[in-house]
């Protein structure tokens, strides 16, 4: 039997339908063809597999004990996730039946990891196919079916997803394990997350409020001259020139060269007021401007943060819904900017079909030059996947919400920019000598909109006015200063984070690293995260109480700002994350060893425990699991009938536990008997008739026990 596995049901249902008929349906596949061409579809959703807990190496691991730390498990052991075990068990007899598996998964890390796992678990032996599907489009489907490779060529892909897994395992459990008991010696409740690429995110957003809340203003001066050429005959308008800093003068300027002391721009303007001086430099020219590259995920959210001020998972999630269900733009979760220059060929129907989905980008679309070729069409430049762009089916699925609108029409105009001409720009700089200083003058202005014209503005309404023009000048040419002035400004802290900035620094992490030789590394990378999970990371943080939404702005929360007080630079900082980023991408490329980026790690996560007979015996122990239905750490609080843990994800998530080994809320100090019935604790309550015992676990167990003088009877309690 020749079995697809997809990673979701969408597409499964995708490639059934560029399958041959007939059909047929059952729990979790599709059959289509008959006979020797038969072939049947099925699907992950998401991933079906999990790493396990730490119980599960080691029983003693349950309990959080820092004399436990580090956990290394011996050998790497995944568990079936409970939500979606029905369709492993159906994935585990089609995969015992197949004699050739076609692997279907999403064309990044994560899409070949999930069916290569799955395929794995069940100890398939039959050979193994892989195909790419970046466009759900009928026709897009069925090309890439007939276009299958060896999932081998991807096995690289697959052992960089596996050792970003265990990673994240190893640091984030024993890290949230190691500074979650550390608060609680210092008095403090809940559980404090620590993860490899989240953390140094959330270490982002605190420093760059720590900054503006320590941030003391200071005056600068800006020292301006307005300038007129001196020759007689000449007929030029006077234009306006800003004093170039000089070293002369360092003692006076801040670190970004500005002036700080008054009496100093006072001196200067005075010495240059009505003296004549000479044009120092000159250079006037038309600029071409190509036009920028389709987008990445990371360019849409950006894009769409700037100008919408959408989300980061709010635009990942729209563009995946015009992805599945309308297919109406290609795979969204995309690191490349490029395109396969066999697409060029289709780009007349890409536009056709821009233009029935999109009626205000008709025009652009009857407009588009097909005869140019941008560099967006390049081979070399891409990999698993290319940019995101319009797929050439001419209407939704439905109707399109204004989000899915907006996303598909930012997406549409970087595609239709490819076939705009370019933007002239006119640029002029005037440098300006008088005695012993020097100013600038500088203009520009768009010729020529070209492939601008499709480029969406923030602010149309405050648009500021055009300045006039320089007079073209000569270098050498004389010129009479006729006025001099100083003005007087305030040093600004930065902005708060937005979505779309910090989405920015994220993938132009290096901006933020200190070490210069660390920062050329970090610039051929990614980042901080992947095109697929930084959204999520974002989302993460608040949902764990580190970040607030403070109008459009993001800022930490005092837990947050707490957290990332108490931990290393080297845990907080994005540093060591990025190169971390980086060798999983040597990994994916064949150039590093998951084994021996993995051995490093545990070497790094040693050197922020400590070893283990530095802790004092009676440090504390909790035994805080994880939460039954997301796997979040859970936290203890006080409920109606005693303490019971709760998902720290609360109200998102509403797993509960018991909470096996808390004193009951009743004053008398009784160790927690379990109920017979559950094996909750028990409670003792007062009721009508006097006090009793109920359980924990109430309303799920509605068993009693009468009280024996401030303990349980061994009878059970009649029912009233």
């Not at 007929?235 to 700080?260: G, K, T, V």
């Not at 109707?399 to 720009?425: T, W």
């Not at 984070?497 to 660390?518: G, K, Q, W, Y």
Request: glycine share 6%.
């Amino acid at each position: 039997m020749l079995l697809y596995i997809a990673e979701k049901p969408s597409l499964g249902r995708a490639i059934a339908a560029a399958l041959p008929g007939p059909y047929q349906k059952g729990q979790g596949w599709i059959r289509c063809g008959e006979g020797n061409e038969a072939a049947t579809v099925s699907w992950c959703i998401g991933h079906l597999l999990e790493p396990a807990e730490p119980a599960s190496y080691n029983p003693a691991w349950k309990a959080w004990s820092q004399q436990d730390l580090p956990m290394f498990p011996d050998k790497w052991q995944v568990t079936p996730k409970d939500s979606v075990r029905q369709q492993l068990n159906a994935l585990e007899s089609l995969i015992r039946q197949a004699t050739t598996i076609v692997h279907a998964g999403d064309p990044d890390r994560e899409g070949q990891l999930l069916v290569d796992e799955v395929i794995r678990y069940f100890g398939s032996e039959a050979p193994v196919k892989r195909i790419l599907i970046n466009d759900l489009t009928p026709a897009a489907v069925a090309k890439a079916i007939q276009q299958p490779r060896d999932n081998l060529e991807f096995r690289r892909l697959s052992h960089s997803a596996l050792a970003r897994q265990r990673a994240d395992w190893l640091y984030g459990i024993n890290l949230t394990r190691f500074y979650t008991l550390h608060y609680q010696q210092q008095g403090q409740k809940g559980v404090y997350s620590v993860g490899r690429v989240q953390t140094p995110v959330l270490g982002l957003v605190v420093e760059r409020d720590n900054t503006i809340g320590n941030f003391d203003p200071k005056p600068y001066f800006r020292i301006e001259a307005r300038f007129k050429a001196q020759e007689e005959e000449a007929d030029q308008q006077s234009f306006i020139a800003r004093w170039l800093p000089d070293e002369q003068f360092q003692e006076h300027l801040d670190e970004e060269n500005r002036l700080l002391d008054r009496a100093t721009a006072d001196q200067i303007a005075a010495s240059i007021h009505s003296r004549p001086g000479s044009v120092a430099g000159s250079r006037f020219r038309d600029r071409p401007e190509a036009p920028p590259l389709p987008l990445s995920l990371s360019a849409l959210q950006i894009e769409a943060g700037r100008l919408f001020r959408m989300g980061a998972k709010d635009v990942l999630d729209t563009a995946q819904n015009l992805y599945e269900r309308h297919q109406l733009i290609t795979y969204p979760r995309s690191d490349c900017r490029y395109l396969p220059e066999g697409h060029y060929a289709q780009r007349e129907q890409v536009t056709g079909a821009i233009g029935r989905v999109s009626s205000e980008l008709a025009e652009a679309c009857a407009n588009a030059d097909f005869s140019r070729k941008t560099s967006a069409w390049n081979d070399k430049k891409v990999d698993a996947h290319h940019a995101i762009i319009p797929t050439s089916r001419t209407a939704p699925n439905g109707k399109l919400s204004e989000a899915e609108q907006k996303i598909y029409g930012l997406v549409s105009r970087y595609y239709l920019m490819q076939f705009s001409a370019d933007a002239i720009h006119r640029e002029g700089r005037l440098t300006v000598q008088v005695g012993a200083h020097r100013f600038r003058a500088t203009e520009t202005a768009v010729l020529e909109p070209g492939w601008k014209a499709l480029e969406l503005k923030l602010r149309d309404s405050k648009k500021e006015a055009d300045k006039p023009p320089l007079p073209h000048l000569d270098t050498g040419e004389p010129v009479f200063c006729e006025e001099a002035t100083v003005k007087e400004r305030k040093t600004q802290p930065p902005q708060h984070f937005t979505d779309a900035t910090l989405l920015s620094a994220m993938t132009n992490i290096a901006r933020f690293v200190i070490d210069p030789e660390l920062r050329k590394t970090l610039r051929e990378t990614d980042g901080l995260g992947t095109e697929a999970t930084r959204a999520n990371i974002i989302d993460t943080l608040f949902k764990r109480d580190y970040l607030f939404r403070d109008s459009r702005y993001i800022r930490a929360t005092d837990k947050g700002k707490a957290l990332i007080s108490a931990l290393p630079e080297s845990v907080s900082k994005p540093d060591r994350t990025a190169v971390w980023e980086a060798t999983l991408e040597g990994i994916r490329r064949g150039e590093d060893d998951p084994r021996e980026f993995l051995k490093t790690l545990k070497a790094e996560i040693r050197r922020f425990i400590g070893p283990a007979a530095d802790v004092p015996d009676s440090e504390p122990k909790i035994d805080a699991p994880n939460c039954p239905k997301c796997r979040s750490p859970m936290t203890e609080r006080d409920g109606k009938f005693g303490r019971f843990f709760a998902c720290i994800r609360y109200p998102d998530c509403r797993g509960t536990r018991p909470l096996e080994d808390a004193s009951p809320q009743d004053g008398t100090g009784q160790k927690p008997i379990p109920c017979p019935h559950c094996f909750s604790p028990l409670v003792r309550r007062k009721g009508k008739k006097g006090w009793f015992w109920g359980c924990s676990n109430f309303p799920a167990c509605r068993q009693t026990l009468d009280d024996d003088d401030g303990k349980p009877s061994i009878r059970l309690r009649k029912s009233t």
